[in-house]
């Protein structure tokens, strides 16, 4: 099993990947020294004529949803997005994939049976590997990366401090369409940073709904054409769980849903329910979590 690392000076941090991998590829160049979907295909395209690997496995975030599709292009084949299970066929030797279809109500298996097989994984679908005993091999691999290969631009970058990282989350506190003003958003800001004592990398979410309402940006949203998040906790406040949303949130270890509506859908799939109004149960909530500490 190979990893692959591309960037700029991005040279030491293969030392603790060596240890899940037997090899480790090094792509540094200065021109992937930003995010750039149409570099970062072509480095990987040369690296899949180099190599010839059977199967090319990608984490399912927010920038390998733009480059696999561009690498699967460029190597002419098929790719299978934002799989939760991996398997081959012992036959056949084709790979099995499983994904969820309509909104996550079912999960469909799709067979790759042309090399290489690329597919993307969604972050935390299966067990971490064990660290290895010894470092495997770290290789650089020079691949002439050109600008002339940037099909697009960047128009903006967004600084560091305002990017949000749903699917890191341990605990997300997600808003929906009920939470309705800023100073809503900021009580469950104030979740927010009480949960930051129980969890390493707590987020606010929320539904399309807040989203399109202009009080949260589209960073935030979870669902189907938002994040798909697996945090230990879910926290969600006055979301009324439709079939959109609740694609982004099957893995979920545990969701508490806040609502006023007893019969609100999200009741049937949470872990625990709380009927009420938000405005009443966060400072409850946030009071009681400040009395344990
Ligand atoms: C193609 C497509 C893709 C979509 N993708 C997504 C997606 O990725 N993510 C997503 O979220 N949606 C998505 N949607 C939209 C989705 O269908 C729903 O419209 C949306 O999820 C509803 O958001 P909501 O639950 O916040 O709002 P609502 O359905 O309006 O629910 C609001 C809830 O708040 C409760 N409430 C109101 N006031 C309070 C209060 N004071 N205290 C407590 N509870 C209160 C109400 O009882 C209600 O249950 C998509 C739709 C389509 C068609």
Request: charged residues 25%; negative net charge; proline residues 4%.
């Amino acid at each position: 099993m190979c990893a692959c690392i591309l960037g700029y000076k991005v040279r030491k941090l293969p030392d603790t990947i060596s240890y899940y991998a037997d090899e480790v590829y090094v792509i540094d160049d200065v021109l992937l020294s930003e995010f750039h979907a149409d570099l970062s295909a072509s480095a990987l395209e040369g690296l899949c004529r180099e190599l010839g690997p059977r199967t090319v496995l990608m984490g399912h975030n927010y920038e390998n949803r733009e480059v696999a599709p561009k690498l699967a292009c460029k190597m002419k084949n098929d790719l299978i997005t934002d799989c939760v299970k991996i398997e081959r066929d012992s036959e056949t030797g084709c790979l099995l994939c499983t994904k969820p279809i309509y909104g996550g109500n079912a999960y469909a298996i799709f067979q790759l049976d042309t090399e290489p097989q690329i597919v993307t994984l969604r972050p935390k679908s299966t067990e971490s590997l064990e660290k290895g005993v010894s470092a495997g091999q770290i290789i650089p691999f020079w691949h002439k990366v050109s600008e002339t290969d940037a099909l697009s631009k960047s128009l903006e970058i967004v600084p560091e401090g305002h990017v949000v990282s749903l699917t890191q989350a341990d605990a997300i506190v997600a808003g929906g369409r009920g939470v309705k003003t800023a100073e809503g958003i900021g009580e469950l800001q104030k979740l927010v940073e009480v949960l930051k004592k129980y969890f390493s990398k707590v987020e606010l979410g929320a539904s399309r709904a807040l989203v399109d309402e202009g009080l949260v940006s589209h960073s935030h949203q979870v669902g189907q054409t938002g994040e798909i998040v697996n945090p230990q906790l879910y926290i969600a406040v006055a979301i009324s769980g439709a079939a959109q949303h609740m694609a982004g949130i099957a893995g979920a270890k545990k969701i508490l849903a806040i609502n006023k509506d007893p019969d609100a859908s999200i009741f049937g799939a949470s872990d625990y329910g709380v009927v009420g109004r938000y405005e009443d149960i966060i400072p409850a909530l946030i009071k009681q979590l400040m009395e344990l500490q």
